[in-house]
Each structure stands twice: as structure tokens, then as C-alpha cells.
């Protein structure tokens, strides 16, 4: 395309929408292919009438359909590894004398090959697959299929309306970032100085885009806002220059599609570097900015602004560069469920194109909307009031479509719009249960001595007394197996079908199963299983008060796996004991410990919709007396170690560096408030999931926990040096199996992994575990694991 034909950036869009289907219909089309039910062409198929009937959704919604409003942000499995397909770089130790690798021999692993670590995507609880780059690692355009996606809408063959999508794509900047160094990379070696090779790559698939009619392009690099990246701002902001520099650079006989740069989750301008400024200085057409956690980019604004509404005009002057291109106003939250405050929405916008300096204002999301459910009007049994206040996937395309037509034609045009909006923002401000005096009464009658315990020396003392475990204790992070007879139970009972005694009796059984496997295997402190749980968060949310679940509301977390974040909306409270039964019936039936097992404050906020009218220290805090008060009734019924798990700890990590000590503090204060309470001689366990744990390792030692379990197999125990390091000195059980993939780890290498855990941390604190629960994975490979796992231990036991 030349300079005189270039379409302009359409006025209304969104940065991408879920990729799962309504109904989950690509979870199901994943596992049925992975078991072999149906064949590769199936798994295409629903892929692709997937894909056709998002992007018409969206046009019904009232994006254009005709000028790249719509994004292509499809994948089968993650965004990051279809850019790793899309550059052909494969790690070599999937190609060393075997045949091609595929696609999901990456995500999955293979009989001779562990997966791609997986780890958070930034501040979310979507998990993206790590490149392993080398300095010989395969880079160029070696996979059209973003191209054929593109195709498929805007020329479909099914006659059906066509759609000119904007293809969204992880930016070159940001996938080498989040890249590790390939396993024999030299020790210096970042995969950062593979630049130029990834922009070469990039360069050939947009001159693809552009021969196939593509008008835009959506480069997506949430790296340069986050202060967690392993890069100084001097580096990111060189890379940023060269890479935009050779994507925008003209090539004879070539064209390309006009580049928007996105930049989801915080602030482009912050304490550590101006990021904005450096986009603005390249050739780029189109910048989105998230205007929810970061801040304006109106003159003299400043940085870190958590409220874009609130960052006035100081200046005359505006950021260089910026008069060229169009800004999208990130104004609506991709990352929540609350109906949008639209008067004060346009309000931002209207002061942004009256002073930013920018070529053109575009209404947008803050971030994709894959991290939200579809539709509110898919719950209908939510209550109306409830359902009134929020705004899912597509109600937020109709919030962007909104404000699009105010910022065009004047507020009256969307009157009765913005009467609703403010209607239901009033209407949840003064709903009851919001505030509940009682609860918040209790809050202010808390001291410090209810954040601590007794110095862990006493507590180990007593704890041993009581246990008597062996060296290098074995168990499991929770949850066993779910079974498709426990799933029709639950759902049987749901819909009333058996009444309460049948179902304890079947859930009874289960119990009683898993915990004689767990006898006959030789673990030494069992788990109960967990088969009463749809799933770690939405079961304590079922049961607490302040909050709502939904049906359909389900979010994609990593490849097939889904989840249903429960919608915390008012104070919370715990109206009766919720595990006590099962976790009592459970040690009934054996001599060995049994624990409890509970979900911490932090990650029942960072798994759920939380509200977001007053801070997250004081939810998390009403949380965290709920739980303290399931902990003293597991206590009183005789359990004698408690789980409390924060797999999220490190996932709520702000990416700004200036506001992490705050989260720190009151996130480590709040694990303390929810298990304080214990006796020294309740042994209180947490279990740490998939994240880069090095930027948390002080907040894993002042959580005072007795014994903290983390993900360490993937990484081959990264985290064991660091925490040794630290002068770590109470238990830690590191992961030795993998249960993210459908290998059944060897003794052997379970072994290997015990004995790097071993060489760095005093045996007398090291558990052995898996890296997490197992309620994803099938009985067979549980029990072979578990198998090796213990064979494994007596092994590492002997040499001690």
C-alpha cells in the first residue's frame, strides 16, 4: 500500500477476544484430538468455524467489518508459541535426531523431551510457554498460518460476511524478553542479541500480510511496562528503536500492513523509563496505550497514574512523534468485569483529543478480552441486580462502540447510555451486602500480634514431636485425579438429582480410595483428594459470603485448561466451616498426617473478579479472616498440618518496580493474618505455582510458612539456588514432577532433580512433591509417578 491509500485506524476496536468458544468448544476439540478420538483435520475444522464466528460476533457487536476494527487474535494453544511456529524456532533438543517437532509436542512434551517451561503472562492468570533461544537456534518465516487466518476471514469460503481483520501478533520486542537462553547457550548469551534475525522473520510475514490485503497489523509488546523484565530500560528502549526502525524501514518491492504497538497491562511512562516517547519516535502508525493501570500521555502527566482521568494537563508541550500517529485510548478494563462509569470514560477521551497531540483518538480496551468471559447475558442465574453492574467480552465491544459514537457525535447521541451506565453505578454503590459493618468492624480490631506466630525453631520442635516424619518427606500438593464419575456426581447433586446422603457417600468413597492408594504408594503425609472441588477458588467462593459464581463465565488459563473466576463483590465473611468434614472423614481412615487444605486470601483475589471499589490490602485481609477461622476449626478437629496455598503470590506482582513493596507487604501480611492463629505445633504449609519466583523470593521467606512447596521441574530447580541463597531455613519442597504434561517422569530423573535440591538446601528441610495438584491428569500416570517419585526418595534417603 502507498502513503495515499493507507485506510486510517477504524475509531472503535478491541486489543483481542476469547479464543475458547462460548462453550468451550476448543478446550473440547484439543482433547479429543490429544486422545486420539478425532483426527487433526477435526481439530482444524472447529478451529476455523471458531475463528469465523468470533470475528462475526464482533461485527454483529458493531466493530467495522471491512477495515481491520476486528482483531485476529486466535490461537490453538498460546499466543507465544504460534510466534515461536510462525520463526521456526524450535529448540534443538526437540530436532536432535528425531523428526520435525510439532506444534504441540512444545505445549505437551514428548516420551523423550519435557514441554516449554510455563510460566504468567505478566500480571494475569494466563500461562505462555518460554522460547528457548541459542545463539543457533533456527529463526526465519517459516510458518504462513497467521497469513491463511487472515485469508479465511476476509475471503471466507463458506459465502458467508467477510471480515478484514487485524492479524495480533506477540511483538519481537517483547518474545525475545520473555525468552530464556536455550540449554548450552553460552553463559553470556541473551536471546535479545537474536534481534535482527526475529525483525528479518517479522519483515517477511508482514509483507506477506500486506500481499494478502491486510491493512494493519497488531504488534503486541506488554514487556516495555513492566519493570520485571531481565533488561534495562536503556536496552528495552534500543531494541524498541532498531526493531521499529526495520520493520517500518521502506524495502524496494515490498509493502506492509500500518503497525499498531500495543502495550496492555501498565504504564508506557514510569519511574524507570519513558517508553512512550521511544514509540512515538519510530515510524509506527498507531500506539495503544492502557489507560486503566497506566497513566495519560497528556502533557506534564507524569507516570504511574492508576487513573487516567485523574492526570491533568500541566503542560504545552506533548510528546514528540505523537502528532503522527493515532492513539487508542485504552479506557475500558480488559482485565475486569465492572460495567464502565461511560460519563466519566468519555470524559478521559474528550480531554485527550483535545490536548494529547496525537494525529487521531480511537476508543479501545486496556487490554485483550481474552482474560474475561464472553457474555453476561449467558448467566442467567446471576442475580439481575448483580448482572447489572457488570460488563463481560462483549458487552465491553458495546461499551468501546459507545464511546466511539459520543467522541463522533456528541453526548446526546448516547443519552440513554450514559443514563444507564450511571444508573448501575449508583446502584451497586449503595446495594447491601457491598459494606457489612460487622466485617469491617472486625478489620479494625486487628494488632500486629495477630499477624505472627512463634519463632520457627519452637515451632519445628513441636511440629517433629507431633509428626515424626521422615527425612525428605513425600506428599502431594492436593488434589487427586477427577474422574468423570466424580464430575457426574457433582453435577448429579447440583441439579438435585441425589440428594445430600448419596452424595456424601459417593464423595465418601472417593476419599476412601485415594487415601489407600496414597497408603499402598508409601507417601507420608496424605491429602483427601479434593473430589468435593470444581476447582480451588470457585468452591471456597460457593461458600463465602460477598460472593457470586457463574455458568458460563469461563476463562482460558493455559492451552485447554479453563476456569470460572468467581465474582468477589461485597465484604466477606464465612458463614460455616467448608472443608472440615471431608478433611476429618479423611484421617479416619489412616494413622499417617492428613492435610488440610485451604486457598490463601491472595490467591483467591488474583483467581477471582474482585471488586474495585475500595484497596485490595483490605479484601484480601477480609479474606484472610475467613480462612483463619477455617484454620482454628481444622485445628479443633485434630488436623495437625494445613495447606494454605498462594499459587498467585507472585502473579499480583505489580510490574511497576515503584509499587511493588506496598503488594509485598500486604500480601505477605495477609497469608500471616489467615494462618497466625495456628498452634506451634500445626504445621502450616503453601504451595508457590508456575511463575518466575526470583522477584519474590524475600515475600516466600516472610511468608513464615513451616513448609512452602514450588513449581521447580520444568526449571530444573532455577529456584533452589536463589532461595539458598537467602539463608531459607525452614521446609521447602521444590517440584519433581511436571504434572502440567502428560509424562510420566523416570525415578531417574526425579532423582537427579532431588539430588540439585539436596546439593543446595540442608535435606533435613526439603520435602518431595509434585509441582502441583494432580486433578488434570489421569490415574495411570498418577500412579506410575507417585511410583517413581517415592522410588526416587529412598534412593536420595540412602545417600544422605
Same mark, same amino acid.
Given at each position: 500500500? $502507498?502513503?495515499?491509500?493507507?485506510?486510517?485506524?477504524?475509531?472503535?476496536?478491541?486489543?483481542?477476544?476469547?479464543?475458547?468458544?462460548?462453550?468451550? !468448544?476448543?478446550?473440547?476439540?484439543?482433547?479429543?484430538?490429544?486422545?486420539?478420538?478425532?483426527?487433526? !483435520?477435526?481439530?482444524?475444522?472447529?478451529?476455523?468455524?471458531?475463528?469465523?464466528?468470533?470475528?462475526?460476533?464482533?461485527?454483529?457487536?458493531?466493530?467495522?467489518?471491512?477495515?481491520?476494527?476486528?482483531?485476529?487474535?486466535?490461537?490453538?494453544?498460546?499466543?507465544?508459541?504460534?510466534?515461536?511456529?510462525?520463526?521456526?524456532?524450535?529448540?534443538?533438543?526437540?530436532?536432535?535426531?528425531?523428526?520435525? %517437532?510439532?506444534?504441540?509436542?512444545?505445549?505437551?512434551?514428548?516420551?523423550?523431551?519435557?514441554?516449554?517451561?510455563? $510460566?504468567?503472562? @505478566?500480571?494475569?492468570?494466563?500461562?505462555?510457554?518460554?522460547?528457548?533461544?541459542?545463539?543457533?537456534?533456527?529463526?526465519? @518465516?517459516?510458518?504462513?498460518?497467521?497469513?491463511?487466518?487472515?485469508?479465511?476471514?476476509?475471503?471466507?469460503?463458506?459465502?458467508?460476511?467477510?471480515?478484514? $481483520?487485524?492479524?495480533?501478533?506477540?511483538?519481537?520486542?517483547?518474545?525475545?524478553?520473555?525468552?530464556?537462553?536455550?540449554?548450552?547457550?553460552?553463559?553470556? +548469551?541473551?536471546?535479545?542479541?537474536?534481534?535482527?534475525?526475529?525483525?528479518?522473520?517479522?519483515?517477511?510475514?508482514?509483507?506477506?500480510?500486506?500481499? #494478502?490485503?491486510?491493512?494493519?497489523? /497488531?504488534?503486541?509488546?506488554?514487556?516495555?511496562?513492566?519493570?520485571?523484565?531481565?533488561? &534495562?530500560?536503556?536496552?528495552?528502549?534500543?531494541?524498541?528503536?532498531?526493531?521499529?526502525?526495520?520493520?517500518?524501514?521502506?524495502?524496494?518491492?515490498?509493502?506492509?500492513?500500518?503497525?499498531?504497538?500495543?502495550?496492555? +497491562?501498565? &504504564?508506557?511512562?514510569?519511574?524507570?523509563?519513558?517508553?512512550?516517547?521511544?514509540?512515538?519516535?519510530?515510524?509506527?502508525?498507531?500506539?495503544?496505550? *492502557?489507560?486503566?493501570?497506566?497513566?495519560?500521555?497528556?502533557?506534564?502527566?507524569?507516570?504511574?497514574?492508576? &487513573?487516567?482521568?485523574?492526570?491533568?494537563?500541566?503542560?504545552?508541550?506533548?510528546?514528540?512523534?505523537?502528532?503522527?500517529?493515532?492513539?487508542?485510548?485504552?479506557?475500558?478494563?480488559?482485565?475486569?468485569?465492572?460495567?464502565?462509569?461511560?460519563?466519566?470514560?468519555?470524559?478521559?477521551?474528550?480531554?485527550?483529543?483535545?490536548?494529547?497531540?496525537?494525529?487521531?483518538?480511537?476508543?479501545?480496551?486496556?487490554?485483550?478480552?481474552?482474560?474475561?468471559?464472553? *457474555?453476561?447475558?449467558?448467566?442467567?442465574?446471576?442475580?439481575?441486580?448483580?448482572?447489572?453492574?457488570?460488563?463481560? #467480552?462483549?458487552?465491553?465491544?458495546?461499551?468501546?462502540?459507545?464511546?466511539?459514537?459520543?467522541?463522533?457525535?456528541?453526548?446526546?447521541?448516547?443519552?440513554?447510555?450514559?443514563?444507564?451506565?450511571?444508573?448501575?453505578?449508583?446502584?451497586?454503590?449503595?446495594?447491601?451486602?457491598?459494606?457489612?459493618?460487622?466485617?469491617?468492624?472486625?478489620?479494625?480490631?486487628?494488632?500486629?500480634?495477630?499477624?505472627?506466630?512463634?519463632?520457627?525453631?519452637?515451632?519445628?520442635?513441636?511440629?517433629?514431636?507431633?509428626?515424626?516424619?521422615?527425612?525428605?518427606?513425600?506428599?502431594?500438593?492436593?488434589?487427586?485425579?477427577?474422574?468423570?464419575?466424580?464430575?457426574?456426581?457433582?453435577?448429579?447433586?447440583?441439579?438435585?438429582?441425589?440428594? *445430600?446422603?448419596?452424595?456424601? =457417600?459417593?464423595?465418601?468413597?472417593?476419599?476412601?480410595?485415594?487415601?489407600?492408594? /496414597?497408603?499402598?504408594?508409601?507417601?507420608?503425609?496424605?491429602?483427601?483428594?479434593?473430589?468435593?472441588?470444581?476447582?480451588?477458588?470457585?468452591?471456597?467462593?460457593?461458600?463465602?459470603?460477598?460472593?457470586?459464581?457463574?455458568?458460563?463465565?469461563?476463562?482460558?488459563?493455559?492451552?485447554?485448561?479453563?476456569?470460572?473466576?468467581?465474582?468477589?463483590?461485597?465484604?466477606?465473611?464465612?458463614?460455616?466451616?467448608?472443608?472440615?468434614?471431608?478433611?476429618?472423614?479423611?484421617?479416619?481412615?489412616?494413622?499417617?498426617?492428613?492435610?488440610?487444605?485451604?486457598?490463601?486470601?491472595?490467591?483467591?483475589?488474583?483467581?477471582? +473478579?474482585?471488586?474495585?471499589?475500595?484497596?485490595?490490602?483490605? =479484601?484480601?485481609?477480609?479474606?484472610?479472616?475467613?480462612?483463619? &477461622? !477455617?484454620?482454628?476449626?481444622?485445628?479443633?478437629?485434630?488436623?495437625?498440618?494445613?495447606?494454605?496455598?498462594?499459587?498467585?503470590?507472585?502473579?499480583?506482582?505489580?510490574?511497576?518496580?515503584?509499587?511493588?513493596?506496598?503488594?509485598?507487604?500486604?500480601?505477605?501480611?495477609? @497469608?500471616?493474618?489467615? =494462618?497466625?492463629?495456628? %498452634?506451634?505445633?500445626?504445621?502450616?504449609?503453601?504451595?508457590?505455582?508456575?511463575?518466575?519466583?526470583?522477584?519474590?523470593?524475600?515475600?516466600?521467606?516472610?511468608?513464615?510458612?513451616?513448609?512452602?512447596?514450588?513449581?521447580?521441574?520444568?526449571?530444573?530447580?532455577?529456584?533452589?539456588?536463589?532461595?539458598?541463597?537467602?539463608?531459607?531455613?525452614?521446609?521447602?519442597?521444590?517440584?519433581?514432577?511436571?504434572?502440567?504434561?502428560?509424562?510420566?517422569?523416570?525415578?531417574?530423573?526425579?532423582?537427579?532433580?532431588?539430588?540439585?535440591?539436596?546439593?543446595?538446601?540442608?535435606?533435613?528441610?526439603?520435602?518431595?512433591?509434585?509441582?502441583?495438584?494432580?486433578?488434570?491428569?489421569?490415574?495411570?500416570?498418577?500412579?506410575?509417578?507417585?511410583?517413581?517419585?517415592?522410588?526416587?526418595?529412598?534412593?536420595?534417603?540412602? $545417600?544422605?
Amino acid at each position: 500500500m $502507498t502513503e495515499s491509500n493507507l485506510p486510517s485506524f477504524p475509531h472503535a476496536t478491541v486489543l483481542g477476544y476469547p479464543r475458547i468458544g462460548r462453550r468451550r !468448544e476448543l478446550k473440547r476439540a484439543l482433547e479429543s484430538y490429544w486422545s486420539g478420538r478425532t483426527t487433526e !483435520e477435526d481439530l482444524e475444522r472447529t478451529s476455523h468455524d471458531l475463528r469465523l464466528a468470533t470475528v462475526r460476533r464482533l461485527a454483529e457487536l458493531g466493530l467495522e467489518a471491512g477495515n481491520a476494527a476486528i482483531p485476529g487474535s486466535f490461537s490453538r494453544y498460546d499466543q507465544v508459541l504460534d510466534i515461536t511456529f510462525t520463526l521456526g524456532a524450535i529448540p534443538s533438543r526437540f530436532t536432535d535426531g528425531a523428526q520435525d %517437532a510439532g506444534y504441540f509436542d512444545l505445549a505437551r512434551g514428548t516420551a523423550a523431551q519435557p514441554p516449554l517451561e510455563l $510460566t504468567k503472562w @505478566f500480571d494475569t492468570n494466563y500461562h505462555y510457554l518460554v522460547p528457548e533461544i541459542g545463539p543457533s537456534t533456527p529463526i526465519s @518465516f517459516a510458518d504462513d498460518r497467521i497469513v491463511r487466518e487472515f485469508t479465511e476471514a476476509a475471503r471466507p469460503s463458506d459465502g458467508g460476511i467477510p471480515v478484514v $481483520t487485524r492479524p495480533v501478533v506477540v511483538g519481537p520486542v517483547t518474545y525475545l524478553l520473555l525468552s530464556k537462553p536455550e540449554d548450552g547457550a553460552p553463559e553470556d +548469551f541473551s536471546p535479545l542479541s537474536r534481534l535482527d534475525d526475529v525483525v528479518a522473520a517479522y519483515r517477511e510475514l508482514l509483507a506477506a500480510l500486506a500481499a #494478502a490485503g491486510a491493512p494493519w497489523v /497488531q504488534l503486541d509488546e506488554p514487556a516495555l511496562v513492566s519493570d520485571l523484565i531481565a533488561a &534495562d530500560h536503556e536496552t528495552v528502549s534500543d531494541a524498541v528503536r532498531r526493531a521499529y526502525a526495520g520493520l517500518t524501514a521502506a524495502a524496494a518491492g515490498t509493502e506492509r500492513p500500518q503497525i499498531l504497538v500495543a502495550a496492555p +497491562f501498565g &504504564d508506557l511512562r514510569r519511574a524507570s523509563g519513558d517508553h512512550l516517547s521511544v514509540l512515538a519516535g519510530t515510524a509506527v502508525e498507531a500506539i495503544a496505550v *492502557d489507560l486503566v493501570r497506566g497513566s495519560s500521555p497528556l502533557p506534564g502527566s507524569g507516570s504511574g497514574a492508576s &487513573d487516567a482521568a485523574s492526570a491533568p494537563a500541566t503542560s504545552s508541550s506533548t510528546v514528540p512523534g505523537l502528532e503522527t500517529k493515532t492513539l487508542v485510548a485504552g479506557v475500558i478494563d480488559g482485565h475486569n468485569i465492572w460495567r464502565a462509569d461511560l460519563a466519566a470514560k468519555l470524559g478521559v477521551l474528550e480531554t485527550l483529543r483535545e490536548s494529547a497531540g496525537a494525529a487521531a483518538i480511537a476508543v479501545g480496551t486496556s487490554t485483550s478480552l481474552q482474560h474475561v468471559p464472553h *457474555d453476561v447475558d449467558d448467566e442467567p442465574r446471576l442475580d439481575p441486580a448483580l448482572a447489572g453492574w457488570l460488563a463481560f #467480552a462483549d458487552q465491553k465491544v458495546a461499551e468501546v462502540v459507545t464511546l466511539s459514537r459520543a467522541l463522533a457525535a456528541g453526548r446526546d447521541a448516547v443519552a440513554q447510555e450514559l443514563t444507564a451506565s450511571a444508573a448501575a453505578v449508583a446502584a451497586r454503590a449503595e446495594a447491601a451486602g457491598v459494606v457489612v459493618p460487622e466485617v469491617r468492624e472486625r478489620l479494625g480490631e486487628l494488632s500486629d500480634a495477630d499477624f505472627a506466630r512463634a519463632p520457627y525453631a519452637d515451632r519445628a520442635a513441636a511440629q517433629q514431636a507431633r509428626l515424626n516424619l521422615p527425612p525428605l518427606p513425600t506428599t502431594t500438593i492436593g488434589s487427586f485425579p477427577q474422574t468423570s464419575e466424580i464430575r457426574t456426581t457433582r453435577a448429579a447433586w447440583t441439579r438435585g438429582e441425589i440428594d *445430600d446422603a448419596e452424595y456424601t =457417600t459417593r464423595i465418601r468413597g472417593e476419599i476412601a480410595r485415594v487415601i489407600e492408594l /496414597q497408603e499402598e504408594l508409601g507417601l507420608d503425609v496424605l491429602v483427601h483428594g479434593e473430589p468435593e472441588r470444581n476447582d480451588m477458588v470457585q468452591y471456597f467462593a460457593e461458600r463465602l459470603a460477598g460472593f457470586a459464581t457463574t455458568v458460563h463465565g469461563w476463562v482460558q488459563s493455559y492451552g485447554s485448561r479453563c476456569v470460572r473466576p468467581p465474582i468477589l463483590w461485597g465484604d466477606v465473611s464465612r458463614p460455616e466451616p467448608i472443608t472440615v468434614p471431608w478433611t476429618q472423614y479423611a484421617a479416619s481412615l489412616t494413622d499417617k498426617p492428613v492435610k488440610g487444605m485451604l486457598t490463601g486470601p491472595v490467591t483467591i483475589l488474583a483467581w477471582s +473478579f474482585v471488586r474495585d471499589d475500595q484497596p485490595l490490602r483490605d =479484601t484480601a485481609n477480609q479474606v484472610a479472616l475467613a480462612l483463619r &477461622d !477455617e484454620v482454628a476449626d481444622l485445628e479443633a478437629a485434630g488436623t495437625g498440618i494445613v495447606q494454605v496455598d498462594e499459587a498467585a503470590l507472585r502473579e499480583l506482582l505489580p510490574l511497576d518496580a515503584g509499587a511493588q513493596p506496598g503488594y509485598l507487604d500486604w500480601s505477605v501480611r495477609s @497469608f500471616r493474618l489467615a =494462618t497466625s492463629g495456628a %498452634a506451634p505445633s500445626t504445621q502450616i504449609h503453601t504451595h508457590l505455582c508456575y511463575s518466575e519466583f526470583g522477584d519474590v523470593v524475600g515475600a516466600i521467606d516472610d511468608l513464615d510458612a513451616d513448609v512452602t512447596s514450588v513449581e521447580a521441574a520444568r526449571s530444573r530447580m532455577e529456584i533452589v539456588p536463589a532461595l539458598a541463597a537467602t539463608g531459607y531455613a525452614r521446609g521447602i519442597g521444590p517440584g519433581v514432577w511436571d504434572i502440567h504434561s502428560p509424562r510420566v517422569p523416570s525415578d531417574g530423573e526425579i532423582t537427579d532433580l532431588l539430588k540439585l535440591a539436596v546439593a543446595e538446601i540442608d535435606p533435613r528441610l526439603v520435602w518431595v512433591n509434585p509441582d502441583c495438584g494432580l486433578k488434570t491428569r489421569g490415574y495411570g500416570e498418577t500412579t506410575a509417578s507417585l511410583t517413581n517419585l517415592i522410588a526416587a526418595t529412598r534412593q536420595v534417603r540412602e $545417600t544422605l
